[in-house]
């Protein structure tokens, strides 16, 4: 049963919009609130009419109606859901989406929304196997969009193959999967840190390094996905914030420690950050400038070890505090040896040598080590990572009370770096 969730349904133009009207009438058949909104090219389908009148509420096409605005803004619009669906979602929605194209209402609140996205893709099974579209979907997938369908059979324009719209009940079925899934880490807070940080020398440079932050955003992503409330620290990345987790961007590895302070309590912390070492020991004030004759010389100050500090947070720390060990030898002795440094109770540790591309690359191997033993994950893909390791943390809490769950080991003065 869908009672009392909030929709928001977006029709792009393809012969399977004739089809929303019973999608919208199925879905309010289970107690869902849907909001329509269309773009131009589905009027040839489908008409705004039929859509306002089986949805009991207007329909929004435009993206600078005055009227739209002053009702709804679209930023309104895409937030005050629980979940967007694009049905049917054409290949040029989703490679809007996928670029982050925001020329119509549609591709705008697909672009503003904080929640989840399920999409329906239809089209002609040629634009489905095109490269550029299954490139689309796979970044997409990785971003976490929701995909149901398509089917496979006879599409309207006689071809065959896939490409065809799930059908209705599929949808609602995928939706009412989405949120009747069972949520393990709901009631669970998380602190995620992710990406690298940037050390300021002078106003001009800093010290960084090559952490793309995509496997952090990926955890942060799958721990909310799995019911948690996630917050995510995160240095400077390319990346958008993950839907349905609190984003807090920070620059310096001091900034970032602040932020994750202000975060306590909470359940689980997993820091995936690529945090800087060092920092410069003094920020200039002015640009650096070349005299001619003697090289600036660089004076370092270690940063504070957030990881370190999280574990030993007192009665704040949280009942999991994980970490990642990057290495480029001896992995799984020196992620051991991390591990008894920092006192965290896990350390996933990966290989970060030249040959491995895990630095920046879309995949990653991981040794899980606990106080037990060790766990040999198989390569995969960050967001796979994220996916077991959500799983593996569910199950590490599940159903155990708070003192029985807490895995530490005794953590000895000046043991952490
Ligand atoms: N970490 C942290 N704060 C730091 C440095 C590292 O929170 N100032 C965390 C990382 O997020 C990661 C773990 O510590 O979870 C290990 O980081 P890594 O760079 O692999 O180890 P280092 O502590 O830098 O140790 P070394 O340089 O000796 O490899």
Redesign the pocket.
Known sequence: MLSGKRLLLIVSGGIAAYKTPDLVRRLRGQGAEVRVVMTAAAEQFVTPLSLASVSGQRVYQALFSLTDEAEMGHIELSRAADLVIVAPASADLLAKLANGLADDLASTLLLATDKEVLAAPAMNVRMWEHPATQENLARLKRRGLLIVGPDEGEMACGEYGPGRMAEPDAIVAAVAEHFNMPRPLSGLSALV?SGPTHEPIDPVRYIANRSSGRQGHAIAHALAHQGAAVTLVTGPVQLPDPAGVKTVHVES?REMLQACQAELPVDIAV?????S?WRASEEATQKIKKDGSSLPALQLSE?????AQLSKAGAQRPRLVI?????TRDVAAQAAA?RDR?GCDWILANDVSAESGTFGGPDNSIILIDGQGREDWPRTSKEGVAERLAVRIAQALEGKPEEESRMPEPIQDGQQ?
Do not use: M, Q, S
Not at 271 to 275: E, H, K, R, Y
Not at 303 to 307: A, H, K, R
Not at 323 to 327: D, S, V
């Open positions: 840190t590895a820091c995936a950050a690529a945090v070492d940063n504070p070890d957030i990881l970490g990642f060990a990057a290495e991390k920092k770096k």
